[in-house]
């Protein structure tokens, strides 16, 4: 989703100034879907007022200079539904803890033990939390990706549970480059 998608969506929850829409993108629900900066909001906050899509107001603020808080219109609602429309492209998985255990074997064994251990203690937590939410008031779509991202979690971490003893078989690992 491009960031102008995700400010009009961001907008749909109600009125945000820009630091408000990053706020949102960063914590969840949102902050699971996708990533973007300061530096691609703004450009896409001015673009979107160019076309009509979103509304600024200068907002006073005491000791602090003037903010500016953007509101969706009409034809911002319009075209946040046409983008919603378009069939989405598959998904881009990176993961720096992949990258880890890809190249795994060039590090100790206990500290590739301790990061998949580290992981695993992640999703754990990150099921709790979820199971702690009842999306039951929510529309159905929003329900559907909460299942969703939980049954990610139980597998991931079923998955390093299961596995985990794959680093203790690797015996390609070379002792020179760091010891233990």
């Not at 881009?92 to 580290?118: N, T, W, Y």
Request: hydrophobic share 40%; proline share 6%.
């Amino acid at each position: 989703m491009d960031a102008k998608s995700l400010c009009l969506a961001v907008l749909t929850q109600g009125d945000a100034s820009g630091y408000e829409i990053k706020k949102a993108l960063e914590e969840p629900p949102l902050g699971h879907f996708q990533d973007t900066g300061f530096g691609s909001i703004y450009p896409a906050l001015t673009k979107l007022t160019e076309d009509g899509l979103v509304h600024g107001t200068e907002m006073a603020q005491e000791k602090r200079p003037d903010k500016k808080v953007y509101s969706i219109t009409e034809a911002g609602w319009q075209a946040l539904t046409l983008a919603l429309m378009e069939a989405p492209p598959p998904d881009k998985f990176r993961s720096d803890f992949l990258f880890v255990l890809f190249l795994g074997h060039m590090l100790p064994e206990s500290h590739v033990a301790a990061v998949i251990d580290q992981r695993i203690a992640y999703y754990e937590e990150q099921i709790a939390r979820m199971e702690g939410c009842t999306p039951d008031d929510h529309p159905a779509g929003q329900q559907l990706v909460h299942g969703f991202g939980l049954a990610l979690y139980h597998a991931a971490a079923d998955y390093l549970r299961k596995n985990r003893d794959l680093v203790a078989a690797d015996t390609a690992r070379p002792q020179a480059l760091v010891a233990e």
